[in-house]
C-alpha cells in the first residue's frame, strides 16, 4: 500500500510563491496518477492539478497559468509549484494517488490520500 505525504506548506504573502511536495513511501507512484486537491474552511474539497503516469498535466480551470503541477519517478515524488498566489488560495492541500489511464480532478477515484499541508496567502 503506498503512503503519501505533503510537505512544503507555510504563510505567504499574497503575490509569493511556495511549491508542494507529495513523497511517497511503501510503493512507487510509477503506476499511479497523482492530483492535487484542496479544501479551505466551509467549502467543499476541490481539484487543483492532477498528472499522469506520463507526466500530462490537467489543471483547473481557475488555476492554469498560476500553478504547474510535475513529477520526478526517480525520486517518488510529484511537485505543486504555485506561484501569483492570493488569499484565495488558502486552504489545506492534499495529494491523492489512483489507478487509471486518466487523472482526474474529481476526489472520488483516488484510493490513497495525504494527511494534507496547510497553505495560507496573508499580508
Known amino acids: 500500500q503506498v503512503q503519501l505525504v505533503e510537505s512544503g506548506g507555510g504563510l505567504v504573502q499574497p503575490g509569493g510563491s511556495l511549491r508542494l511536495s507529495c513523497s511517497a513511501s511503501?510503493?512507487?507512484?510509477?503506476?499511479?496518477?497523482i492530483g492535487w486537491f484542496r479544501q479551505a474552511p466551509g467549502k467543499e474539497r476541490e481539484g487543483v492539478s492532477c498528472?499522469?503516469?506520463?507526466?500530462?498535466?490537467t489543471y483547473a480551470d481557475s488555476m492554469a497559468g498560476r500553478f504547474t503541477i510535475s513529477r520526478d519517478n526517480a525520486k517518488n515524488t510529484v511537485y505543486l509549484e504555485m506561484n501569483s498566489l492570493k488569499p484565495e488560495d488558502t486552504a489545506v492541500y492534499y495529494c491523492a494517488a489512483q489507478l487509471g489511464s486518466r487523472c482526474k480532478l474529481e476526489p472520488r477515484p483516488y484510493k490513497y490520500w495525504g494527511q494534507g499541508t496547510q497553505v495560507t496567502v496573508s499580508s
Open positions: 511503501g510503493s512507487t507512484l510509477d503506476y499511479y496518477n
Open positions: 498528472v499522469t503516469t506520463g507526466g500530462s498535466p
